[in-house]
């Protein structure tokens, strides 16, 4: 059974540096074809694809916050963990980790419950 | 790269039908069989429903169909339940930046 729950600051203040982990199990990220990526949502909005990273370190981000982000992964910990710089109350939003389908497209088939990131001074 | 298009809102009665549209363009929806489907209910992580246009996960009801046709894809639901009632969002692989691209999210009220 494949689980993920995200673990971070609930509250950063602007300019700041967010760091975000996601821990997981029943799979692991060494294995050919598994990816983990971050989605986020802010209060009321849609969901917003941020970055995403695979089992040979190969890492793709949104081009439109890809100079704030960095993914990284330990495999030995079970852990992704996400940081995205200079932080700014437009980025208060629910941050999600989920596990990529291996096959096809890479569908996000199962996502972490979610944590929520206020930013405010 | 710009999100996928949706209509804001939809509805149906009990029972009936609706379909729900996500439009891209030939770098993501029309370029590659890779659209997903996620429902989300208040509160709660999104749920996959649909993967690779036409494909159901296991468990998934097959009430949920999946189809493409150029650069939209849509979401057909079938036998409405109050259940169903709850934001889906589509999304596609995006030859643009190699990763993924959300619609902006469909509203779908049971009547």
């Known amino acids: 059974q494949i689980t993920l729950k995200e673990s971070g600051p609930t509250l950063v203040k602007p300019t700041q540096t967010l760091t975000l982990t996601c821990t997981f199990s029943g799979f692991s990220l060494s294995t050919s074809g598994v990816g983990v990526g971050w989605i986020r949502q802010p209060p009321g909005k849609a969901l917003e694809w941020l970055a995403l990273i695979y089992w040979n370190d190969d890492k793709r981000y949104s081009p439109s916050l890809k100079s704030r982000l960095t993914i990284t992964k330990d495999t030995s910990k079970n852990q992704v963990v996400l940081t995205m710089t200079n932080m700014d109350p437009v980025d208060t939003a629910t941050y999600y980790c989920?596990?990529?389908?291996?096959?096809?497209?890479?569908?996000?088939?199962?996502w972490g419950q979610g944590t929520m990131v206020t930013v405010s001074s | 790269q710009s999100a996928l298009t949706q209509p804001a809102s939809v509805s149906g009665s009990p029972g009936q039908s609706i379909t729900i549209s996500c439009t891209g363009t030939?770098?993501?929806?029309?370029?590659?069989?890779?659209v997903s489907w996620y429902q989300q209910h208040p509160g709660k992580a999104p749920k996959l429903m649909i993967y690779?246009?036409?494909n159901r996960p296991s468990g998934v009801s097959n009430r949920f169909s999946g189809s493409k046709s150029g650069n939209t894809a849509s979401l057909t639901i079938s036998g409405l339940q109050a259940e169903d009632e709850a934001d889906y969002y589509c999304?596609?692989?995006?030859?643009?930046?190699?990763?993924?691209?959300f619609g902006g999210g469909t509203k779908l009220t049971v009547l």
């Open positions: 999304s596609s692989y995006t030859s643009s930046s190699t990763g993924i691209v």
């Open positions: 030939s770098s993501d929806v029309g370029g590659y069989k890779y």
């Open positions: 989920a596990h990529r389908r291996t096959t096809g497209g890479g569908a996000f088939d199962i």
């Open positions: 690779d246009v036409n």
